[in-house]
């Protein structure tokens, strides 16, 4: 059991994944509070074993009470199912890891 004290460093108002016609996954999260926040990690995977990188965001303010937007693009995703993992970095090092979102991109044959 783990157990968290005090406030987490950042309050996430949402993580998305979403399929685009250019066969790429546009990802997005939004927070309404950060409290020493260095970075977010994003990475997929295609089983939930291993997780490969598909970018970070360090550029940005460690503290925050307004809502904040960023997104990436996954340019090489797999194709059917894949999974994505937010993990959120502080100033000391610790990290926190959001639940993965599923994405599904179909293969299109023409």
């Known amino acids: 059991m783990t157990v968290i004290a005090g406030a987490l460093p950042v309050s996430l108002v949402s993580f998305t ?50 809502l904040k ?14 999974y994505y993992r937010l993990t959120q970095t502080d100033l000391d090092g610790k990290t926190t890891v959001y639940p993965v979102v599923p994405v599904v991109l179909r293969l299109v044959v023409e």
């Open 69 to 82: 937007n960023y997104h990436l693009a996954d340019f090489t995703p797999y194709q059917g199912t894949s």
């Open 17 to 66: 994944a979403k399929a685009q016609a250019d066969h790429t996954v546009s990802l997005a999260c939004t927070t309404s509070l950060e409290n020493n926040n260095k970075s977010f990690l994003v990475e997929r995977s295609k089983e939930l074993k291993t997780f490969d990188k598909v970018g970070e965001v360090t550029d940005l303010g460690a503290n925050s009470n307004a």
